[in-house]
T-cell receptor, first 114, second 112 residues
């Protein structure tokens, strides 16, 4: 079965507010984590990644936090915009011990209210 | 550099027919992955291939499904004798070094 799960299936935020999407993973051997954004009718789009030797990584308006102690991953989106409305997936890559495949969580749908 | 190209975008098949889904990876990428997605669900790993080799097919049904990534040409996901339960979106992704994967737009298979 899948080893990556999400706490919140849907999230509704006001435009301009910050969004936080959470994810739990169960495989302590995972060494690479990715957040993807999927808009309706499209394929997943890479947002940001982080390796297990880091606990924080920042991109443009997005920050990923990794807490290996509790196996928790989060995506923070600053100043959320209507264009951020989509389904967000966390994913883990198990590396050589897991055959390098990427396992996806169930996804969180983000609604941005104007 | 074109992205990952999948075709067709939409495919309708009658029960019992064969479905062939094609994926051309990004230029220079030798790792290809196939995923299946049902509506309102996440992506389920099916198979991971490198050129001419299947690396991991643990997510692919043992019967009716097969995948290949020949030395020349696109990767093919083949579903024989399709059933209604095969209706889904099938996504292909490619990567250069088995880490960051880039996804295609998917093929939406409908079995009638």
């Amino acid at each position: 079965g899948e080893s990556v799960g999400l706490h919140l299936p849907t999230l509704s935020v006001q435009e301009g507010d910050n969004s936080i999407i959470n994810c739990a993973y169960s495989n302590s051997a995972s060494d690479y984590f990715i957040w993807y954004k999927q808009e309706s009718g499209k394929g997943p789009q890479f947002i940001i990644d982080i390796r297990s030797n880091m606990d924080k990584r920042q991109g443009q308006r997005v920050t990923v936090l990794l807490n290996k102690t509790v196996k928790h991953l989060s995506l923070q989106i600053a100043a959320t915009q209507p264009g951020d409305s989509a389904v967000y997936f966390c994913a883990e890559n198990i590396g050589p011990t897991g055959g390098f495949k990427t396992i996806f969580g169930a996804g969180t749908r983000l609604f941005v209210k104007a | 550099n074109a992205g990952v190209m999948q075709n067709p975008r939409h495919l309708v098949r009658r029960r019992g027919q064969e479905a062939r889904l094609r994926c051309s990876p990004m230029k220079g990428h030798s790792h290809v992955y196939w995923y299946r997605q049902l509506p309102e669900e996440g992506l389920k790993f099916m198979v991971y291939l490198q050129k001419e080799n299947i690396i991991d097919e643990s997510g692919m049904p043992k019967e009716r499904f097969s995948a290949e990534f020949p030395k020349e040409g696109p990767s093919i996901l083949r579903i024989q004798q399709v059933v209604r339960g095969d209706s889904a979106a099938y996504f292909c992704a490619s990567s250069w070094d088995s880490t960051e994967a880039f996804f295609g737009q998917g093929t939406r298979l409908t079995v009638v």
